[in-house]
C-alpha cells in the first residue's frame, strides 16, 4: 500500500513565527511532491510543488524534500492568521495518473 | 486567472437515482481527474482521463461510476445508482503535464444522498 502520512496535529503556532508541516511517504519511486491548503468545506489549493532534492522557496514559503528519507516538509515563515488552515502532502508515484494525499496537518496561528 | 469550475455546487439526490456532476477543466489542460472526500477523511482518487479515455481508476471507481468528456470543454463524472456511502465532496482537477504534473482543483460538488 502506497501511504503518506502526515501529523494529524492540530498544530499551534504564534503569529510571526515558523510553522514547519511534516510528511512521510512509502514508495520510492514517487516523482513529485505537493503541497496543498484547504480551508474548511473548501478545495485543495495547491501552494507548493517540489520534484528535487534539496530546499524550494516561493515567498513565506519553503518546500524541502528528502528523497533519501523519504520525507518532505513545508515550512511557513512570518505565519498570519490567514495560514489556519488544514495542510495537505500529495506525491505522484511513479508512473501513476494519480496523486496520493496524506490525512492533512491542521494548523491554527495564534494572534 | 484560468480556474477548474464545477457544477452544481451542491446536489441532494434519493438513494438509487442517478447523478451526473460537471467540470470544466482549464482550457489548455489535458489531464482530468476525480477525487472526492468523506467528511473528515483523506482526498481519495477516483479516476485520471486523457485523450478521451481513462488512463487510471481506484478500487473506488466500480460499475456504477463513469466519466465523459461529452465535448471539447466538459468533463462529467456520472454515478449511476448512489449509495448513502456515495455522500462526499466530489473534486475535480486538470494538469497539464503527465501524472507527476501539478493539479488544480476545482471547488468541488457536495453530494448528499438521503
Known amino acids: 500500500q502506497k501511504e503518506v502520512e502526515q501529523n494529524s496535529g492540530p498544530l499551534s503556532v504564534p503569529e510571526g513565527a515558523i510553522a514547519s508541516l511534516n510528511c512521510t511517504y512509502s514508495d520510492r519511486g514517487s516523482q513529485s511532491f505537493f503541497w496543498y491548503r484547504q480551508y474548511s468545506g473548501k478545495s485543495p489549493e495547491l501552494i507548493m510543488s517540489i520534484y528535487s532534492n534539496g530546499d524550494k522557496e516561493d515567498g513565506r514559503f519553503t518546500a524541502q524534500l528528502n528523497k533519501a528519507s523519504q520525507y518532505v516538509s513545508l515550512l511557513i515563515r512570518d505565519s498570519q492568521p490567514s495560514d489556519s488552515a488544514t495542510y495537505l502532502c500529495a506525491v505522484n508515484v511513479q508512473g501513476a495518473q494519480k496523486l496520493v494525499f496524506g490525512q492533512g496537518t491542521r494548523l491554527t496561528i495564534n494572534p | 486567472e484560468p480556474e477548474v469550475t464545477q457544477t452544481p455546487s451542491h446536489q441532494v439526490t434519493q438513494m438509487g437515482q442517478e447523478v451526473i456532476l460537471r467540470c470544466v477543466p482549464i482550457s489548455n489542460h489535458l489531464y482530468f481527474y476525480w477525487y472526492r472526500q468523506i467528511l473528515g477523511q483523506k482526498v481519495e482518487f477516483l479516476v485520471s482521463?486523457?485523450?478521451?479515455?481513462?488512463?487510471?481508476k481506484s478500487e473506488i471507481f466500480d460499475d456504477q461510476f463513469s466519466v465523459e468528456r461529452p465535448d471539447g470543454s466538459n468533463f462529467t463524472l456520472k454515478i449511476r445508482s448512489t449509495k448513502l456511502e456515495d455522500s462526499a465532496m466530489y473534486f475535480c482537477?486538470?494538469?497539464?503535464?503527465?501524472?507527476?504534473?501539478?493539479?488544480?482543483f476545482g471547488p468541488g460538488t457536495r453530494l448528499t444522498v438521503t
Open positions: 482521463f486523457y485523450n478521451n479515455e481513462i488512463s487510471e
Open positions: 482537477a486538470s494538469s497539464r503535464d503527465r501524472g507527476f504534473g501539478e493539479q488544480y
